[in-house]
């Protein structure tokens, strides 16, 4: 009996949570499996310069593109960017790929629970790309990009995200 009230109290609060309007995505932080590295430079909204393992590497988030150097928007989400992740020792997760065409790290990034690439979307600093097989959390950013475009969020007002284009 006490066993059936507890079991009814969890789905009363999933009912809740589901309800609140919040896409959960990051809850809990990393999922295991992550590799751990120092950000030495940031190079744009959706790429950094890591020390992995005593090498330097870029890396290019997964799922994820901001604005290009000469494209609207450019300073303002590689500084939300920065904000997260300069000088932090950061959590990278693959998806499947491993590396793009130019040898680029495919990860996404956490710093301590920060879900790096989510937050970017979530703040309408980065737009949804998703190049299969890495489409691990597609439809949640798909739903957080939305709503950053609906709430006119960092980058969505100047409209660079509506030129058709996915240049990375
Ligand atoms: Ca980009």
């Known amino acids: 009996m006490r066993q059936a009230s507890v079991i009814v109290l969890g789905i009363l609060l999933l009912a809740g949570c589901s309800m609140g309007g919040e896409v959960p995505v990051s809850g809990g932080g990393p ?18 310069d890591v020390n992995l393992n005593g090498e330097q590497v870029r890396v290019r988030y997964v799922g994820v593109n901001t604005p290009e150097r000469d494209q609207s928007c450019y300073s303002e989400a590689r500084a939300a960017n920065s904000s997260m992740v300069s000088g932090q020792t950061v959590t990278l997760l693959r998806d499947t790929s491993d590396t793009d065409q130019y040898g680029r790290l495919l990860r996404y990034i956490y710093v301590g629970d920060t879900f790096v690439n989510e937050q970017l979307v979530r703040g309408g600093w980065a737009e949804v790309v998703v190049y299969q097989p890495d489409d691990q959390y597609a439809d949640d950013f798909r739903m957080l990009e939305q709503q950053a475009a609906q709430s006119g969020l960092g980058c969505h007002p100047s409209g660079i995200f509506d030129d058709g284009s996915y240049t990375r």
């Open 31 to 48: 999922l295991p499996g992550g590799e751990t590295a120092r950000v030495v430079q940031v190079i744009d909204g959706d790429t950094i």
